[in-house]
């Protein structure tokens, strides 16, 4: 029962009934002699939820690796699966109704009790989730790392100092006598540098030819290279997409060709908060990211006439856009105190929020006060459509006791006391000039608070270097920030290192909050090129220095288009006409579903490897969602764990299987080469893991090639799919 794994070690899965009743699955690589420097110990892919008793059925789903097909174990498990699932709906039927008839019972019987009010405890713990992520990324970060990369021994020499960056990052752990890890490899930071500025893995002849280059300035040489070429663009866009739950195929062109001309950041923002008006979404993509506002900001009526517009409320509408702008671009969640006083409620959470009453975020939320969204109206169907909303800036303004003929009352938030609200901006209570548009204004007084470098340096930083100087993105403390002017104990400073974040912040400003200047001056320092081993013990005080590199699991769209990119059997989407072979070409994933998304982009289409195969859309979507991809509904989780469904979704998901037929794509293409098995193990290796096998795994690989050669050479591309090594960015 093994199979190869990462850097020549022997994989076993083992499955351990806790005491709980709980399904422990992870995977244990034991390292071979010769590789045991670069040894990942174990790399734990979740928890499994079972009932006790059903624990001893999943046992059997071990691993078989090359010797059995997984596929082959697939009838029993439907079999086994559909007797035990029947089994446990009818007992978890029988105790619903049991409990449903007590309860009824007990009704009749005595008066039912009024339950006693909500403490302030229980609402503050509500809130919790509001401002910060339920786990915390960088202990999560932290473990993953130490999983994977065992911890050696010994001291590495000090890396240079290429930039500001390295200064204060090397300067601190020098200073606090915190040992860092060594350089990566140029096998690992090729692989690393392509999956963060790409979302694509290099080619086995990039490889050989980056390996083979003794240019010293070779790594700086290929970051130019890749920021703000096409795949950057796709995959940066779509990152900034998610952020702002966009769905819009104009927004997606229109965010990706500023980042290929590098359009200044403040100006996108100028684009986004101050659009020309009178236009429809289609017209002009800025306004696109504010329709998907109205999921949480229209009645449950419709129009009877075109000049109806009281189904509508405009101030929701608005209150929702001002969270979602001020998430992204200010890093700070306003959602609580849009519809309460914060005070009270946040005091265990964020100073800073505690200061803010719902009267400040009405006067933020006033910069919108004038804009009205007006669906358009069809006589045909009698019926408005929001696909075409035409913007203008006529309405009186944000009041809120009567924004007549927009329904006023507060559907979405709390009931609004009544009054008019004149705009103010939320970090420094500066207002608009006399005859500006409030709009306009906010474009140019948002962008001069450093609040506003700080948040994209964060998230840049945080995605490139896997943990973020603030976690989350929108949970900045404005209070504790500035480590000359401490908080209150035991409150203490915020960001991971204040000195740099700030640093970046002004750099950013003094580039013209360029982000390809931003990219590269991370991606070019040390900092970001060291190695995931570390030559000493690992203590978590370490994490904030940033002294290793950090791994990060796949987000959903890079696993996909990696996925047909290693096989090379790509996808085929219809995009507007022209023909696209990745997710990240698109504008949104929820047309990989086939819903009417997909239907009015032909995003459903994907490539067909046989006719008999047909659509496998539903199935890359929920591979794709397995690894956090959102439908942009809510913001993104920017989960960074793996878990139990993303290792069954890679090991049975028709998503991975139909693209490992020998006769289709890089299978086929290898095996009718004329190349000797060792070449073509090389080969897949460097296609899958960006990296040469070891002589222990080509001895492995070639006996499962003996027996059958090309069956053989899919086991072993299936096998190299589900390492830690393909799954993760390290």
């Not at 040894?39 to 624990?55: C, E, H, N, S, Y």
């Not at 359009?263 to 998907?292: C, H």
């Not at 009041?399 to 006391?417: L, S, V, W």
């Not at 991809?629 to 989780?637: A, L």
Request: aromatic content about 10%; glycine content about 6%; some cysteine.
């Amino acid at each position: 029962m093994t199979r190869i794994t990462s850097r020549g070690k022997i994989l076993t899965a083992d499955f351990t009934d806790d005491a709980d009743g709980t399904l422990q699955m992870a995977f244990n690589c034991a390292p071979s002699a010769s590789s045991v420097k670069s040894a990942a110990k174990i790399f734990p892919l979740g928890v499994i939820r079972v009932i006790r008793g059903q624990a001893r059925f999943c046992k059997k789903l071990i691993l078989l690796g090359f010797r059995v097909k997984v596929q082959s174990l697939l009838p029993f498990i439907r079999r086994e699966l559909l007797m035990r699932l029947s089994r446990l709906l009818f007992i978890v039927t029988l105790a619903i109704a049991c409990v449903v008839f007590t309860v009824s019972a007990q009704n009749q019987e005595q008066k039912q009790t009024t339950p006693p009010p909500v403490s302030a405890d229980d609402f503050q713990k509500a809130h919790q989730t509001v401002f910060g992520s339920e786990t915390d990324k960088a202990a999560e970060a932290s473990r993953l790392t130490s999983s994977f990369a065992a911890a050696g021994s010994g001291t590495v020499e000090n890396v240079a100092r290429k930039n500001f960056v390295d200064e204060v990052i090397f300067g601190r752990m020098e200073r606090d006598k915190v040992p860092h890890a060594p350089l990566a490899s140029d096998e690992e930071f090729l692989r690393r540098v392509y999956l963060d500025a790409t979302g694509l893995l290099p080619t086995p002849a990039k490889v050989r030819e980056f390996v083979e280059n003794k240019d010293a300035n070779k790594r700086d040489k290929l970051i130019d290279s890749l920021i703000g070429s096409d795949d950057f663009a796709d995959q940066w866009a779509w990152f900034w997409a998610d952020l702002f739950q966009a769905r819009n195929e104009s927004f997606a062109y229109w965010f990706k060709q500023n980042l290929k001309v590098d359009r200044p950041y403040n100006e996108i923002f100028g684009d986004l908060v101050a659009s020309p008006a009178t236009k429809n979404a289609s017209m002009i993509p800025t306004w696109a990211i504010y329709g998907q506002s109205l999921y949480n900001a229209l009645r449950a009526t419709t129009a009877t006439d075109p000049d109806n517009y009281y189904y509508a409320n405009r101030l929701d509408w608005i209150d929702e856009s001002t969270v979602n702008l001020g998430r992204v671009f200010l890093g700070i969640n306003m959602d609580c105190f849009s519809c309460h006083d914060a005070a009270g409620h946040t005091d265990s959470i964020n100073l800073f929020l505690t200061t803010k009453k719902r009267s400040d975020f009405h006067q933020q939320a006033a910069f919108f006060g004038k804009v009205r969204p007006i669906a358009t109206w069809s006589d045909r169907s009698k019926m408005p459509s929001s696909a075409q909303d035409v913007i203008d800036d006529l309405a009186p303004g944000y009041k809120t006791d009567n924004d007549a003929p927009f329904y006023t009352m507060a559907e979405g938030r709390f009931p609004r006391k009544a009054g008019t609200y004149e705009p103010a901006f939320i970090l420094t209570g500066e207002k608009p000039r006399p005859g500006m548009n409030p709009r306009q204004e906010l474009a140019r007084i948002a962008p001069s608070h450093i609040q506003f470098s700080r948040a994209a340096v964060n998230l840049v930083w945080g995605k490139l270097m896997v943990v973020g100087f603030v976690e989350p993105y929108d949970g900045f403390d404005l209070l504790r920030l500035d480590p000359n002017n401490p908080p209150p104990k035991p409150w203490t400073i915020q960001p991971t290192n204040p000195q740099l974040l700030d640093a970046m912040a002004k750099d950013f400003q003094a580039n013209n909050y360029s982000l390809q200047h931003l990219f590269k001056t991370i991606m070019k320092s040390s900092a970001y090129q060291l190695s995931t081993q570390y030559p000493a013990e690992w203590k978590e005080s370490y994490v904030p220095y940033y002294a290793r590199r950090f791994v990060r699991v796949l987000t959903g769209p890079e696993v996909a288009d990696a996925l047909a990119q290693v096989t090379g059997n790509l996808y085929s989407f219809n995009l507007k006409g022209q023909t696209v072979t990745r997710v990240k070409q698109l504008s949104n994933p929820t047309g990989l579903r086939g819903g009417s998304a997909g239907r009015n982009n032909d995003a459903a289409r994907l490539a067909s490897i046989t006719p008999q195969r047909g659509n496998d859309g539903t199935a890359v979507s929920a591979l794709m969602q397995a690894f956090f991809q959102s439908g942009r509904e809510t913001p993104p989780s920017l989960a960074n764990r793996a878990s139990a469904v993303q290792a069954m979704m890679m090991m049975n998901s028709p998503a991975v299987t139909n693209r490992l037929r020998p006769e289709t794509g890089l299978l086929q293409q290898l095996l009718k080469s004329g190349k000797s098995d060792p070449q073509v193990i090389e080969e897949l290796f460097l296609t899958a893991l960006s990296r040469t096998p070891t002589k222990e795994e080509v001895e492995v690989a070639q006996r499962v090639m003996q027996s059958n050669r090309s069956q053989g050479a899919s086991d072993i591309l299936w096998t190299l799919l589900n390492t830690p090594e393909f799954l993760l960015n390290y």
